[in-house]
């Protein structure tokens, strides 16, 4: 199993900046295990959408267009975390955030198998 928590979210004004991060932990979840990290989110009555997502060495990565140049996924493998840097924040990126893992991923929630328990972001206009 892999637990994975969430923090870093809160209230900001249009135009800052927040960043999340997400520790991971559990008996499968170790520097040997190449799993892929992604960020997702939800709006109120909105279905969970993809925001970023990192390979397991971070030379890779793939966001949504909605965040290109405004995001960014990080990862520090010896520390079981991964990060979003969310910069130029809007209010449409206002939601609960969440992280997730998987060995394979993707940029669907349905391709994830592990989730955290979600973080809220709120951007006032």
């Known amino acids: 199993q892999v637990q994975l928590v969430e923090s870093g979210g809160g209230l900001v004004q249009a135009g800052g900046s927040l960043r999340l991060s997400c520790a991971a932990s559990g008996r499968t979840f170790s520097t040997s295990s190449s799993y892929v990290m992604g960020w997702f989110r939800q709006a109120p009555g909105k279905e969970r959408e993809f925001v970023a997502a990192?390979?397991?060495?971070?030379?890779?990565?793939d966001y949504a267009d909605s965040v290109k140049g405004r995001f960014t996924i990080s990862r520090d493998n010896a520390k079981n975390t991964v990060s979003l840097q969310m910069d130029s924040l809007k209010a449409e990126d206002t939601a609960v955030y969440y992280c997730?893992?998987?060995?394979?991923?993707?940029?669907?929630?349905?391709?994830?198998?592990?989730w955290g328990q979600g973080t809220q972001v709120t951007v006032s206009s």
């Open positions: 990192i390979s397991w060495r971070g030379g890779t990565t």
């Open positions: 997730a893992a998987d060995r394979f991923g993707g940029t669907s929630p349905g391709q994830y198998s592990y």
